[in-house]
């Protein structure tokens, strides 16, 4: 009998140290949804905090830790980047919310750290037709699957971003 009392207070005791780890990596995909002034939602993952804002353009900053998310209403923020710096640039064409966007990823060469950057132009960046973009900026490479999760989950509540 104490054996089977003592195998069962062992399995109860690792069932106490592994569930929180498991609920863990459930929390590490949690977010949030971000309604930008009725104008759409995102789902941004729990951490982020409201870092920056624009003055003259609809915009906002966002970071956790070293990884810096933004979205820019009907502007593109790609031109940006110095395109001496950019490296193994790679760019799809998709639809986010049933419109027309493109998704761009690279590595960009900052003095120091390298950082992977995740860009999304709703529109024709190009053309300088865009509607909305949205990048992240990491250190971290497991961070573009994150932000493209973001951009998918991006909903246009009216017509027009800006």
């Given at each position: 009998m104490r054996i089977h009392i003592s195998?069962?207070?062992?399995?109860c005791a690792a069932a106490i140290?592994?569930?929180?780890?498991?609920?863990?990596?459930?929390?590490?995909?949690?977010?949030?949804?971000?309604n930008a002034?009725?104008?759409?939602?995102?789902?941004?993952?729990?951490?982020?905090?409201?870092?920056?804002?624009?003055?003259?353009?609809?915009m906002?900053?966002?970071?956790?830790g070293r990884a810096r998310f933004l979205f820019v209403c009907g502007d593109s923020a790609s031109s940006e980047y110095?395109?001496?710096k950019v490296l193994h640039?790679?760019?799809?064409?998709?639809t986010i919310d049933g419109k027309r966007a493109s998704i761009r990823t690279f590595i960009?060469?900052?003095t120091r750290t390298p950082v992977y950057v995740t860009e999304l132009n709703v529109g024709d960046w190009c053309a300088d037709q865009v509607e909305l973009y949205m990048g992240m900026e990491s250190p971290n490479r497991a961070d573009v699957q994150m932000a493209q999760r973001i951009f998918r989950?991006?909903?246009f509540l009216k017509s027009g971003c800006a």
């Open positions: 195998t069962a207070v062992t399995l140290f592994f569930l929180p780890s498991a609920a863990g990596g459930q929390r590490g995909s949690r977010s949030r949804t971000i002034e009725g104008l759409f939602t995102f789902r941004l993952p729990v951490g982020f905090k409201e870092s920056e804002m624009g003055i003259d353009i609809f906002r900053g966002y970071e956790r110095d395109e001496k640039a790679h760019e799809t064409w998709t960009y060469r900052w989950s991006v909903k």
